[in-house]
């Protein structure tokens, strides 16, 4: 599993087209970081409220979290494309079962289905979470700033984290079996119901109970409020749990492609 996870690495790292991704993330992140903290503090000196360093720190830095999630939606396109990276277009046309193909080379190695799968998942996930590891210097102005705490920022790692997972592994199920387009649109359709679907004011969604645990943002949302309770840990004990259910299934639905 390892070699699979260093091989996907080495070519999301040796790849322009990731690397672009990952440039222009964090380029925005770092430009919403500086248009936020100018913007805000402006707003104070307006209102005569200038040194209010705390009020613009925690409305910058709720911005530029959000900004780190919504960044996450890169994840079912990565998810699909580690599986596409081991077939050809034509191998797609023929139901992934082509016999010059990376990815039936992997499947007759001793490889269990369930080390490919995760394998696979852990690359996409290392991969698209380096926009946290890349942002961390960025947090360290919150010193100055201020407005948002260490635990904070650990519980919004938390969630993005966990969505991030949850995300990968659609992404990758549905490129089992998907073309690479169709996947990705059932992915994203997916990823953004459940991210927005349970913010609506309307019904029927008013009337589920905790409906809200459905949507990180809903939780992130949660954990940047002065009185967030324990709303995130529901949603991320929520997704852990559909991990662990959908992985075993998606290594099932693996086993019965003939290779």
């Known amino acids: 599993m390892l070699a699979i996870i260093l091989k996907d690495l080495r070519i999301y790292a040796n790849t322009r087209k ?18 936020g903290t100018m913007e805000f503090y402006a707003q104070g000196i307006d209102t005569n409220k200038i040194g209010s360093l705390i009020d613009v720190g925690k409305q910058t830095y709720i911005i ?20 596409r990276l081991e077939h050809t277009e034509n191998n797609f046309k023929d139901n992934l079962a082509s016999d010059n193909s990376n990815w039936t080379f992997l499947r007759l190695t001793p490889i269990g ?9 852990t690359a996409v996930v290392v991969w698209s979470f380096c926009v946290i590891w890349f942002s961390i210097p960025l947090f360290a102005l919150s010193g100055f700033l201020g407005g948002v705490t260490l635990g904070q920022y650990l519980q919004s790692s938390v969630v993005i984290f966990a969505s991030c997972l949850l995300f990968a592994l659609i992404g990758i199920g549905f490129a089992l079996w ?5 996947a990705k649109g059932i992915s994203y359709g997916i990823v953004l119901m459940t991210t927005f679907l349970p913010l609506l004011p309307i019904s029927p ?5 905790m409906i809200e645990i459905l949507s990180p943002l809903a939780a992130l949302l949660s954990i940047l409020q002065s009185d967030a309770g324990l709303m995130w840990m529901w949603h ?20 019965r492609i003939e290779v």
């Open 18 to 35: 990731y690397l672009i991704v990952q440039f222009v993330v964090i380029s925005v992140l770092i430009l919403v970081l500086f248009i």
């Open 64 to 83: 530029f979290i959000l900004c780190i999630f919504f960044a996450q939606f890169v994840v079912p396109r990565h998810a699909v494309e580690a599986i």
């Open 113 to 121: 289905n369930w080390r490919i799968i995760g394998g696979k998942l």
């Open 178 to 182: 998907l073309s690479p387009l169709n």
């Open 236 to 255: 991320v004990g929520l997704y852990c749990v559909l991990c662990l259910v959908l992985f075993p299934v998606v290594v099932w639905g693996m086993s």
């Open 205 to 209: 969604f008013t009337e589920i109970p």
